[in-house]
């Protein structure tokens, strides 16, 4: 019996990315003193372009596509 990681769709993979790419970027504009407005709509826009991006140029692990 081979053990292997889950399959995970590519759209929640591109999600995922883009949550933590959104967190990392508003907490890091927050902590070099960027006001909050701005770094809530720079960050949704970035991870709205990681999303799409991810989702479009992501490659897959299995190999199959």
């Known amino acids: 019996m081979h053990l292997r990681a889950p399959s995970i769709d ?3 993979q591109s999600f995922i990315w883009s949550v933590v790419f959104f967190l990392v970027l ?7 003193g960027v006001s ?9 826009v970035s991870s ?3 999303f799409l991006f ?6 897959s692990t299995s190999g199959a596509d």
């Open 10 to 12: 590519r759209g929640v």
């Open 26 to 32: 508003f907490f890091g504009m927050l902590a070099i």
């Open 36 to 44: 909050g407005g701005t770094a809530i709509v720079i960050s949704i």
């Open 48 to 50: 709205l372009a990681i």
């Open 54 to 59: 991810v989702r479009t140029r992501g490659q």
